[in-house]
């Protein structure tokens, strides 16, 4: 079974930036896409930002022009690089991640890490 593990969350004021990470560990597998999303309280669990292997990305709108997503395949390893925060990008992100092992292919996420914006 793969595990992913986050890191790097925290409490920053606006217009402050934070780095999470997130790696992937366990035996004989492969990794297509990771992403990152995230949950506030009270909402829906949403994308933030998505990479595949091929280093393509995607962002949602709210996003775009000031997080970076990023990975290091030999790692394993993906990481969102988030810049100009604001007081709504409060939540906990979690990551996720297309595993393959073997013949099957299945979705894997991260515990969660609680970013929190100050005004």
């Known amino acids: 079974q793969v595990q992913l593990v986050e890191s790097g969350g925290g409490l920053v004021q606006a217009g402050g930036s934070l780095r999470l990470s997130c790696a992937a560990s366990?035996?004989?597998?492969?990794?297509?896409?990771m992403g990152w999303h995230r949950q506030a309280p009270g909402k829906q669990r949403e994308l933030v930002a998505g990479i595949i292997t091929s280093g393509i990305t995607n962002y949602a709108d709210s996003v775009k022009g000031r997080f970076t997503i990023s990975r290091d395949n030999a790692k394993n390893t993906v990481y969102l690089q988030m810049n100009s925060l604001k007081p709504e990008d409060t939540a906990v992100y979690y990551c996720?991640?297309?595993?393959?092992?073997?013949?099957?292919?299945?979705?894997?996420w991260g515990q969660g890490t609680q970013v929190t914006v100050s005004s």
């Open positions: 996720y991640a297309t595993v393959v092992q073997g013949k099957v292919s299945s979705g894997s």
């Open positions: 366990g035996s004989s597998f492969s990794i297509n896409y």
